[in-house]
């Protein structure tokens, strides 16, 4: 089992800035994507970013030139940088690992969320 904790969620003004950060823990033996979501109320939830265990990243379009994902591999840490937030940006993030144990079997792991609200 792998437990996720996220923190780094707040209350920021347009234009400011957030780091979020989640950590894996528990029986890791491999993981290998990594990635963030939300959720805003009365919508489905959606991909924010994603990076691979080598680095390389993608990004909603939405959020494409003010969001960076980033990993820590040595601390099973990925980050999300958040800068010239918008009032739309508000929503829960949610953390998503992809975890192959040492039978070779893939499973998604979801972190408890947390709230990012952006106040206009």
């Known amino acids: 089992q792998v437990q996720l904790v996220e923190s780094g969620g707040d209350l920021v003004q347009a234009g400011g800035s957030l780091r979020l950060s989640c950590t894996a823990s528990g029986n890791i033996f491999s993981i290998n994507a990594m990635g963030w979501y939300r959720q805003a109320p009365g919508k489905q939830r959606e991909l924010v970013a994603t990076i691979t265990s080598g680095g390389t990243s993608t990004y909603a379009d939405s959020v494409k030139g003010r969001f960076a994902i980033s990993r820590d591999n040595a601390k099973n840490t990925v980050y999300l940088q958040m800068n010239s937030l918008k009032p739309e940006d508000t929503a829960v993030y949610y953390c998503?690992?992809?975890?192959?144990?040492?039978?070779?079997?893939?499973?998604?792991?979801w972190g408890q969320g947390t709230q990012v609200t952006v106040s206009s």
């Open positions: 998503k690992v992809d975890h192959r144990n040492r039978l070779g079997v893939y499973f998604n792991y």
